[in-house]
């Protein structure tokens, strides 16, 4: 019966491991549905982003209060994290804070000193965030599509941090050795004394509890990432690397369109050619009308997205009262490819038409009401790129669909005619000059 | 206006044997929109002054394909830029210079995958190398003292990074600049990029062009500078709305330093 408290540990190390796995895979294959795209260049430039953007932080302080309270947690949370590693050995070997032999008294009250500061101003850090949504109802976290689920997710995971960094507090300040040997126990000592009237062997109970507690929560935390916004935390790292160096405003060239443009344009092309003996005879689709037309960092951006809204509540449209909202256009992405995901694994892999796409989530009136200002790009915390996704379905809904706003049709006929977007003529052109 | 602008015309300029430095793109707005003209108009009062050899393609100038493009229309922008590629690579061209941030972005981004490879200037950029060798005085005393507040055309600031180039020169002027609370890398589209310039708003409940205006309203200006013809419309329209016309002046930087040579 000794080791019944190791094993129990171990199973539940070896489920949330396998658990993780297996989503893991799930969103790799997700992701892999995507097109090709190359982002495999200027690699030393990329590294930098990495470091700078996901590791550094250094988009979030474009909005300092909650830039700098999200350095807290996130700092906070990597910090902890050392100390998981204790509890995972203890664990595993049924020891008892295993690294203070190992470090001496000094290192050791020193390190959980540290942590047990980080703990306190997590959860500190983490009220003001819930008080921001909940109480202060700050605007972007109460547009539409942050209804529902979206919602109470993001308080679920503030909830869970609470509990988490509480139950490390109460684990040091229950420990009553950790307490009279009075190294690192800065915060704890403040809380030990609504214990001290317990005996020993009560203190000793809820000190075992708080630690399982807490270490089965982040076995459970690690396993909602995947079901959660909190996804970022691990994808903010892949999607700064491959995010696009090119300008913003640099639109790709769509290579279908090039190809058939420059057969056009070339004198020597027979146009009546037969396609050559085993050519690609698949007519090449213009634009995206489903995730599988996107290209995997596009689905990549999808997953990574954080729901912050920062990219909405600085978005021109958004701000004048249109249904345009970037996170939105980013959420409905990974809501259809997660429906497209979860078609395959009920058909052995296969995806099974299920006569939707896109636009069933994303409608037209949002397609065309941006203004591909950038800005939404421009105040992600984690470079994702709204602005390219609306530009595949413009492309979709105009080159496939035809089905462009009147007004659009009108413009690009006086381009196709005249050489301007507007009915003047070509030939007039220089007659500024004499005005 | 009524000076006397001398404006090359590419294919005389070649048939006399002479290969200009610098191709002015003048660009649809440029060229038929009657506001945007007199930008046009200033822009080359400026190159005259500085004796910039430079040429117009004129007649063999067509639409660069940006609208076309950000409307989704993949296969007119790609034929806009091949024709004028071809145009454009057969005079030899070099260096060009535009007043339009969204010619300025095609032409430099986009084009040279098609293969049009050419070094390409805002002419704010322009401008500004123009007063730092010398080759324009900027007198200070036309503007000087006036409140101004400077509009970034999105295809200029967040798409390509140019956002000192256009303050440099309202330095140069020796005017009073207030920043808007949203500016650079910030800064609010006036509502006329991604081809609205052409289409009537989704619903809402304002105008984008409404919007912004208030943010440089919100700056006392007696001046709104901005550098694209099409934000000027969308911000002179806002002044409008805003009956604020007797009072501030909408005007292209490129205007604001041709008034002060
Ligand atoms: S690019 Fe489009 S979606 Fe993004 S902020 Fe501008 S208008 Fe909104
Ligand atoms: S796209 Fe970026 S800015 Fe917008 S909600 Fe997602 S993470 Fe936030």
């Keep these: 019966m000794q080791y019944i408290d190791n094993i129990l540990f171990v199973v539940l190390l070896i489920g949330a491991g396998w658990f993780f796995a297996k989503n893991v895979k799930t969103l790799i294959r997700n992701i892999k549905l995507g097109q090709d795209v190359d982002r495999t260049d200027n690699t030393s430039e990329r590294w930098k982003n990495m470091v700078k953007i996901a590791l550094g932080q250094g988009k979030m302080t474009r909005r300092p209060v909650s830039g700098l309270l999200h350095i807290v947690v996130y700092v906070g949370f990597i910090i902890i994290n050392i100390e998981v590693l204790e509890i995972i050995i203890d664990g595993v070997f049924g020891t008892h804070r295993v690294f203070q032999p190992l470090l001496g008294n000094g290192i050791y009250g020193f390190l959980i000193g540290v942590f047990e500061v980080f703990a306190f101003m997590v959860l500190v850090a983490v009220i003001v965030f819930w008080i921001r949504r909940n109480v202060i109802k700050i605007k972007r976290f109460w547009k539409d599509e942050m209804k529902g689920w979206p919602k109470a997710d993001a308080n679920w995971i503030l909830y869970f941090e609470m509990v988490l960094m509480s139950l490390f507090l109460i684990m040091n300040a229950t420990d009553v050795h950790f307490q009279a040997l009075n190294h690192g126990n800065v915060i704890s000592q403040f809380i030990a004394p609504l214990f001290s009237g317990l005996s020993e062997a009560t203190q000793h109970l809820i000190e075992t509890s708080a630690w399982w507690l807490h270490i089965i929560g982040i076995f459970i935390f690690l396993n909602y990432l995947y079901y959660s916004k909190h996804l970022h935390i691990l994808l903010a790292f892949p999607n700064t690397f491959f995010a696009n160096l090119k300008p913003k405003g640099q639109f790709t060239n769509d290579a279908n369109v090039t190809k058939e443009v420059m057969l056009m344009m070339d004198p020597d092309a027979d146009p009546y050619a037969m396609p050559e003996e085993g050519a690609d005879e698949v007519l090449a689709k213009f634009g995206a009308s489903d995730v599988t037309d996107l290209n995997w960092v596009q689905l990549l951006n999808a997953y990574t997205c954080t729901e912050c809204g920062r990219c909405t509540s600085s978005c021109p449209a958004n701000l004048t009262g249109k249904k345009l909202s970037p996170r939105k256009i980013m959420m409905d992405t990974r809501d259809r490819l997660e429906e497209v995901g979860k078609n395959m694994d009920a058909n052995n892999g296969v995806f099974n038409d299920d006569g939707k796409n896109l636009f069933d989530w994303i409608t037209k009136e949002e397609i065309w009401a941006c203004t591909s200002c950038n800005a939404c790009v421009e105040e992600c915390p984690v470079n994702i790129d709204p602005l390219s996704i609306i530009t595949e379905m413009r492309r979709y809904l105009v080159m496939e669909e035809s089905a462009a706003p009147q007004e659009l049709n009108n413009m690009m006929q006086n381009v196709e005619n005249n050489g301007a977007p507007w009915p003047y003529n070509q030939m007039d052109r220089l007659n500024w000059v004499k005005e | ?261």
């Design chain 2, 1 to 261: 206006m009524s000076e006397q602008l001398i404006v090359p015309v590419m294919a005389d300029v070649v048939a006399q044997g002479k290969q200009p430095e610098y191709l002015f793109w003048v660009g649809s707005a440029g060229s038929f929109d009657d506001r945007a003209k007199k930008i046009t108009r200033a822009f080359v009062k400026i190159l005259n002054k500085a004796n910039v050899d430079f040429a117009v393609l004129g007649i063999e100038e067509s639409s660069s394909g940006d609208a076309a493009k950000r409307a989704g229309n993949e296969f007119l922008f790609q034929m806009q830029a091949v024709t004028n590629i071809e145009v454009l690579n057969a005079y030899e061209v070099k260096k060009i210079v535009t007043c339009c941030p969204h010619s300025y972005n095609t032409l430099k981004n986009e084009y040279p995958e098609l293969g049009g490879k050419y070094e390409v200037f805002h002419h704010t950029q322009f401008i500004q190398q123009l007063i730092s060798a010398g080759k324009i005085k900027v007198a200070n005393n036309t503007f000087k003292g006036k409140k101004v507040t400077f509009h970034d055309p999105c295809y200029l600031g967040r798409a390509n990074g140019v956002y000192e180039a256009p303050r440099d020169l309202l330095n140069f002027l020796g005017v009073n600049t207030t920043e808007m609370k949203r500016h650079k890398s910030t800064s609010l589209c006036c509502g006329a990029g991604g081809a609205q310039m052409f289409k009537d708003a989704e619903p809402g409940d304002k105008e984008i062009n409404v919007l912004r205006t208030e943010d440089a309203l919100a700056t006392q200006p007696e001046i709104i500078a901005t550098g694209c013809p099409f934000c000027n419309t969308m911000l002179t329209d806002g002044v409008k709305v805003k009956e604020q016309e007797a009072n501030v002046q909408v005007l292209d930087v490129a205007e604001l330093i041709a008034a002060s040579l």
